[in-house]
């Protein structure tokens, strides 16, 4: 009887915040690499010239914006304690980068349906009356974008389908706003289609100084399509 090798695949959880929400994928990519490297684990490798780790990511991040649940797989050649790999990749990582837990998972990233973010707006004339006029804004059943297709067309698209919910308040002089976006492969939206939204629909962040007004996003959970916590 011929035994079947099976993938040993470690899930790795880590927080990108900071100055590291500048670094774009690639970036990422490459400085994961080192990282692994210098930990020991046993990783597999890529054939070819060149061989790398083989790792994988789900989906990336735009730059500028920060994130505490990314998520990498790892394919190991041995099965090592999630614990001690967890130690191993933080020691080689810095404060603005930590791994939070690693396992053994038993889903695929396309099992990732949302992602929820956090906006912080700091806009002239925040209020909890501009809050509400935000809020309506998002409720609205046609949200229209204008977005670039593969060929390089500009065309108009309603990007409410793709938004669960999104909760607008007030808050210590800021506009904070937590939506649920769809994350699915087939119909993904970027955080930054909300803000490109709001400056058309509300006149909020269309002052070019960000002394006078900008905006920060913070990816803080990912859900699979009952909004069960991803694993």
Same mark, same amino acid.
């Given at each position: 009887?011929?035994?079947?090798?099976? /993938?040993?695949?470690?899930?790795?959880?880590?927080?990108? !915040? $900071?100055?590291?929400?500048?670094?774009?994928?690639? =970036? &990422?990519?490459?400085?994961?690499?080192?990282?692994?490297?210098?930990?020991?684990?046993p990783m597999k490798y890529t054939?070819?010239?060149?061989?790398? /780790?083989?790792?994988?990511?789900?989906?990336?991040?735009? !730059? $500028?914006?920060e994130s505490l649940c990314e998520y990498? =797989? &790892?394919?190991?050649?041995?099965?090592?304690?999630?614990?001690?790999?967890m130690e191993r990749l933080n020691h080689e990582m810095t404060d603005e980068m930590q791994v939070t837990e690693c396992y053994y998972p038993t889903t695929k990233f396309d099992a990732i349906r949302w992602f929820s973010y956090t906006y912080r707006i700091k806009t002239g004339g925040a209020s909890p009356a501009l809050a509400q006029k935000i809020s309506s804004a998002l409720a609205c059943e046609d949200i229209e974008i204008t977005k670039k297709t593969k060929s390089g067309e500009e065309k108009q698209v309603n990007i409410r389908p793709l938004i669960r919910s999104a909760d607008v308040s007030f808050e210590d002089g800021?506009?904070?706003?937590?939506?649920?976006?769809?994350?699915?492969?087939?119909?993904?939206?970027?955080?930054?289609h909300i803000v490109k939204y709001l400056r058309s629909a509300c006149g909020i962040l269309s002052d070019p100084c960000i002394i006078n007004e900008s905006y920060s996003v913070l990816r803080d959970g990912a859900y699979t399509e009952d909004m069960s916590p991803f694993r």
């Amino acid at each position: 009887m011929v035994q079947m090798n099976i /993938p040993i695949v470690l899930r790795v959880k880590f927080f990108k !915040v $900071g100055k590291l929400q500048y670094i774009s994928h690639l =970036d &990422l990519v490459r400085t994961m690499y080192k990282i692994i490297v210098r930990s020991g684990l046993p990783m597999k490798y890529t054939e070819g010239f060149n061989p790398k /780790p083989k790792m994988s990511f789900a989906s990336s991040l735009s !730059v $500028g914006n920060e994130s505490l649940c990314e998520y990498m =797989d &790892l394919h190991l050649t041995d099965v090592v304690s999630p614990e001690s790999a967890m130690e191993r990749l933080n020691h080689e990582m810095t404060d603005e980068m930590q791994v939070t837990e690693c396992y053994y998972p038993t889903t695929k990233f396309d099992a990732i349906r949302w992602f929820s973010y956090t906006y912080r707006i700091k806009t002239g004339g925040a209020s909890p009356a501009l809050a509400q006029k935000i809020s309506s804004a998002l409720a609205c059943e046609d949200i229209e974008i204008t977005k670039k297709t593969k060929s390089g067309e500009e065309k108009q698209v309603n990007i409410r389908p793709l938004i669960r919910s999104a909760d607008v308040s007030f808050e210590d002089g800021r506009i904070v706003i937590r939506a649920v976006l769809s994350a699915s492969q087939s119909a993904f939206l970027a955080p930054e289609h909300i803000v490109k939204y709001l400056r058309s629909a509300c006149g909020i962040l269309s002052d070019p100084c960000i002394i006078n007004e900008s905006y920060s996003v913070l990816r803080d959970g990912a859900y699979t399509e009952d909004m069960s916590p991803f694993r």
